[in-house]
């Protein structure tokens, strides 16, 4: 079943008198259930790709279906919704506020729902345990190693149940070894069914996911299965 579907996607940037193609002629697809790696040298179009994914941005031409809901002719209004109920973010740099604790950081996505408190705090402790974070609830961001902060970062990106979780370089500010124990939980993630994307500068993160699509001056240059390297528990 299609989550993602682009279609023709171009996208242009004005800069000055000039135009810059960020994207052209993006076209696919990615069914719910996938984990897909996004590379491609620095400019080729990868962070656009996500933002347009992640209802940051629209596209200049061409169509995005979002489960079938063409997100493309949606409002600035209707895409920052379709935003908040549809898809979780992770960082290189983890996004998490300083001053906040674990579980604070991770209750902040259910600012805009009608969810009672005790039910938000709730769920954000099991989503801190389900990352191996359930000592840390109470614990800052700089009381945290990265590959913590990355994990509460994480709980943060699911909080709402998204449709898509999206990772841009997620292991970039990370040492090899705390990279795989980031990688095995989104292997975990998608066993259980959720849809992953990351970007990543490096070949053998990107071997860990099970399809690795590559960007090259806007375009997709290879969209290949991968056979999908495991992390043991
Ligand atoms: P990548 O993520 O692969 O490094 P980007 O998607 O950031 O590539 O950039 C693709 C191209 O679009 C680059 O040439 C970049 O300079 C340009 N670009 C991206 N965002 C903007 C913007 N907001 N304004 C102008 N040009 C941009
Ligand atoms: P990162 O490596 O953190 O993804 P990028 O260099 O890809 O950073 O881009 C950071 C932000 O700057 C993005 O929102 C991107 O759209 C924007 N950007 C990238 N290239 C340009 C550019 N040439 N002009 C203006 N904005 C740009």
């Known amino acids: 079943k299609p989550v993602i579907q682009l279609r023709d996607i171009t996208k242009t ?18 069914n719910k259930g996938e984990f897909a790696a996004i590379m491609g040298p620095s400019g080729s179009g990868k962070s656009t790709m996500m933002n347009m994914i992640g209802c940051l941005d629209q596209p200049s031409s061409g169509d995005y279906l979002l489960e079938g809901l063409p997100v493309s002719e949606a409002s600035d209004d209707g895409l920052a919704l379709v935003r908040n109920l549809k898809i979780g973010f992770v960082f290189q740099n983890f996004h998490l506020l300083p001053r906040q604790s674990a579980l604070e950081n991770v209750e902040l996505p259910m600012i805009y729902s009608n969810i009672p408190v005790k039910e938000r705090r709730e769920r954000a402790i099991r989503a801190l345990q389900s990352v ?8 800052k961001p700089s009381e945290l190693s990265g590959g913590q902060q990355q994990r509460v970062s994480i709980a943060r990106a699911l909080i709402n149940d998204p449709v898509i979780l999206l990772a841009d370089e997620p292991t970039g500010a990370l040492d090899s070894r705390t990279s795989l124990e980031i990688m095995h939980i989104f292997q975990e993630l998608n066993d259980a069914g959720k849809t992953v994307l990351i970007v990543t500068h490096e070949q053998e993160i990107a071997e860990y996911a099970k399809r690795i699509i590559r960007f090259r001056d806007g375009q997709i240059v290879s969209d290949e299965p991968v056979l999908g390297r495991r992390i043991a528990s």
Do not use: F, K, P
């Open 13 to 30: 940037y004005q800069l000055g008198d000039q135009y810059i193609y960020a994207l052209r002629g993006v076209n696919v697809t990615v």
């Open 132 to 139: 191996g974070l359930g000592e840390r609830l109470y614990n």
